[in-house]
DNA sequence: CGAATATATTTCGACATCGAAACATTCGAC
DNA sequence: GTCGAATGTTTCGATGTCGAAATATATTCG
């Protein structure tokens, strides 16, 4: 998978790794995904908005935003979506009425209960190409990475 | 960022790098696809197919497909948009009327051709978070972990 | 040749995603 | 208390993304 760029030697090092990041997320999402929609029919969206009531609890709309790191208009939609299958439930809050707090039913509570440890299960699967020092340093490196300090 | 998962320390680990994984990938790509798509009116997949004819000349959509990691009825959207806005051209294969060819247009070699160095700094000053050591050293992780057999 | 099969692309329906604008509600200043 | 700013959510329009089904063309084999 060559670069292809004519740039310096810093520039092909950057985009190499850049490059392989993203090929190596899109590798590990192609075999998760598929799985998720299959047996539980759900979307990587729709898993993190219900894990994120699961362990955190009702949510409002825009604590969900920060948690799934996605726009607002996005939420409102993937909520929309779990909302009409009755996984998660809408309630406007009593003291401030612009809030939305969602969530989960009875039905998404099981759903995520026992679609987690399966997926949890496949992700370990496939980090376990790395060794476990490997893994430590993968994460190190994406952290690193990751802290945005605006550019 | 706790995982909030209660699992076996394998999973724990597992997870951890994962969703560092994730998150490195949101973040580079949120501070560079907003730049990409104010200064040359560019989405991420756009820029994927203008580059892959750019540097390998015309390709059919089929080629495309496995360039951009994307499903062929996905390629036909993308390719669709970018003939709508004068970017490439379509043209079927004479000995195969099934295939069609996709090529730059002049206007698209010209924004591309302005497009990719600018894309390309940004990228490199992203990962200028990193020392070279560390860039290869994730790339390689990268490489090993998306080398996908199967799941 | 002609039918079955294979290949390349498109269409369709569903969901995700964003930013901007609209809307609803609350808060703050006067 | 009312009006304007701030906050939380929804709506809208555009693009991306997939898989399944449809379509178009080519190939193979009897």
Redesign the interface.
Known sequence: MPT??Q??E??K??????I?????????N??LLPHLQREFSLTESQLGVL?ALY??GPLQQGQLCQKI?RSGSNVTTVVDNLERGGLVRRERDATDRRIQIVQLTEHGRKVIAEA??VH???????????S?D??????R????????E??
Chains 1, 2 share one sequence.
């Not at 949890?120 to 790395?130: E, K, S």
């Not at 490997?134 to 994460?139: A, S, V, Y």
């Not at 490196?141 to 945005?148: D, E, F």
Request: glycine share 12%; hydrophobic share 40%; net charge positive.
């Open positions: 292809h760029y740039g310096t810093g520039e090092r950057a985009l190499d790794a850049f392989k990041l993203n090929r190596s997320v899109s590798a590990l192609g075999q894990e362990h955190l790191l987690l440890p949890v299960a496949r992700i370990t699967a496939l980090l376990g190409r790395l476990t490997e893994q430590d340093q993968l994460g490196l994406c952290k690193k990475l990751g802290s945005a605006k550019g």
